[in-house]
């Protein structure tokens, strides 16, 4: 009998996790259609691009990489007229958002166009700071397609006018084990946008309009 009970109630258990994680999945997903390619983005403010892994001496990952050609090509492209890169900043030794500035300025991106968010610690971060910190209303977020479901229902939710365009510009070595983790990383999503979870840090705000240099570190060139 104790065994029957135990079954029952991990299968109850079971099924429960089952139906919140495709209530969740099915909330993200639908934002797949607002997923376009660089011909076909709308012209937006800014373009958003979501920080990633950045190698031992300091040069962006072939993911982050990605993301940040394709913001490139957005910006030549007018389709963009500024790019914020929001990543995590956290530690003297890891420093996404200044290697994405290097790589940008590299690029020849204009160094009032590159705004940094030193506290995107995540993709909820990320995006309630672009809204409320910089102020963004109008964006195109760049990710992979993997991650830009999620990127654009967290967009919505704060009350960005957002279009994704994915950076998906090669296999990436490991992406099964991307694409299985984003199925949790939804519920994570949904529950925090349903609590309201508050950012690590929020700050005074900066037009995005302006002067990207003024968000960058002191003695930064």
Request: hydrophobic share 45%; aromatic share 8%; glycine share 8%.
């Amino acid at each position: 009998m104790r065994r029957r009970t135990v079954l029952s109630i991990c299968g109850a258990v079971a099924v429960c996790c089952a139906g919140v994680l495709l209530v969740a999945d099915c909330t993200v997903l639908r934002f797949r259609s607002s997923i376009v390619s660089i011909d076909g983005a709308d012209h937006a403010p800014v373009a958003i691009v979501l920080g990633a892994k950045v190698k031992a001496d300091g040069t962006p990952s072939d993911i982050l990489r990605d993301r940040l050609l394709t913001a490139i090509d957005l910006y030549r492209a007018g389709s963009v007229d500024k790019i914020l890169v929001s990543g995590d900043d956290g530690q003297v030794e890891y420093d996404e958002v200044n290697a994405m500035r290097v790589y940008l300025l590299a690029a020849s991106v204009d160094p009032d166009d590159i705004f940094l968010d030193h506290a995107g610690f995540d993709t909820y971060d990320s995006m309630i700071r672009a809204r409320k910190v910089f102020g963004v209303a109008k964006a195109i977020v760049v990710t992979q397609t993997y991650h830009l479901p999620r990127a654009l229902y967290l967009a919505d939710a704060f009350g960005i006018d957002a279009q994704g365009v994915a950076a998906d510009r090669q296999t990436y070595l490991g992406i099964f084990r991307y694409e299985a983790r984003e199925l949790l990383a939804d519920v994570k999503a949904v529950i925090d946008v349903v609590l309201h979870a508050s950012p690590h840090f929020l700050g005074e705000t900066i037009d995005v309009t302006g002067d990207g240099r003024m968000t960058w570190d002191e003695g930064s060139n």
